[in-house]
């Protein structure tokens, strides 16, 4: 099927790359089918709104810049994304792009959550967790300009 996207131009893609969001995803409760697209040569992947091309969000596996960060999905989730093992879990966090680049940030305390085997998805939002919305991505950089 033909995909027009906010970073990619128009793409081919196939039916079973697309993640199903039974409940969208916070601010957007409409937007229910989402499609991965590396951001090339770059640690980003963008999370492409099926429906709608101007809908693309940036996103970073988050153990990669954040080595210690740990959540636990609560069994609503579990069960609603199906998961039955780890290895078909894949996290993410929504990134803030910013100008400069070197003040980007990442929602940790709203990982995308997909289930790769299923493509089932879902924005889980944590409670009773220090993580918050806004942590920088190159915080040795802040206050550098």
């Known amino acids: 099927m033909k995909l027009r996207t906010k ?40 999370l492409q709104s099926v429906q709608t091309p101007a809908l693309g969000f940036a996103m970073i596996d988050p153990f990669s ?3 210690d960060y740990d959540i636990e999905l ?6 609603q994304l199906e998961l039955s093992s780890e290895k078909d879990v894949a996290i993410y966090t929504i990134l803030t792009v910013a100008d400069p680049f070197d003040n980007t940030t990442a929602n940790l305390q709203a990982p995308i959550v997909l289930n790769y085997e299923k493509k089932l998805g879902k924005q889980v939002i944590l409670t009773n967790t220090p993580y918050q919305t806004k942590h920088r991505l190159f915080p040795e950089k802040a206050g550098v300009k």
């Open 7 to 46: 970073y990619h131009g128009e793409l081919d893609i196939n039916e079973n790359e697309i993640f199903h969001f039974e409940n969208g995803i916070p601010g957007f409760l409409n937007e229910k089918q989402f499609v991965l697209l590396p951001l090339e040569d770059t640690p980003f992947i963008i």
């Open 74 to 79: 609560d069994e609503q989730t579990v069960e």
């Open 65 to 67: 810049y954040f080595l």
